[in-house]
């Protein structure tokens, strides 16, 4: 639903106790410093002491029918930011 509303990835500050949940059992990943000046344009929410994720949304038909099964398949990739349309969470 959220790739339906124009949502390209998800981005949260992630407390590092918990940052391996985040990244092996939820998909997300890391942002480096240079994914990070992208985003120069935007506003996020960020926490002293903590790191920094994002997952990328993509819409294929393997994590469509994972979600059926029950199943989480996430992709990690970092895809480049439409900035007109700013849908960053």
């Given at each position: 639903k959220l790739l339906e509303l124009g949502v390209e990835r998800l981005v949260l500050p992630a407390v590092p106790s918990?940052?391996?949940t985040w990244t092996t059992s939820f998909g997300f990943s890391v942002m480096t410093e240079s994914e990070r000046l992208n985003f120069l344009d935007y506003t996020f929410l960020d926490f002293q002491g903590t790191v920094i994720c994002q997952k990328v949304l993509t819409n294929n038909l393997s994590s469509a029918s994972s979600l059926s099964t029950g199943t989480i398949e996430?992709?990690?990739?970092?895809?480049?930011c439409d900035h007109e349309n700013k849908n960053v969470i």
């Open positions: 918990v940052l391996n996430c992709g990690t990739q970092a895809n480049s």
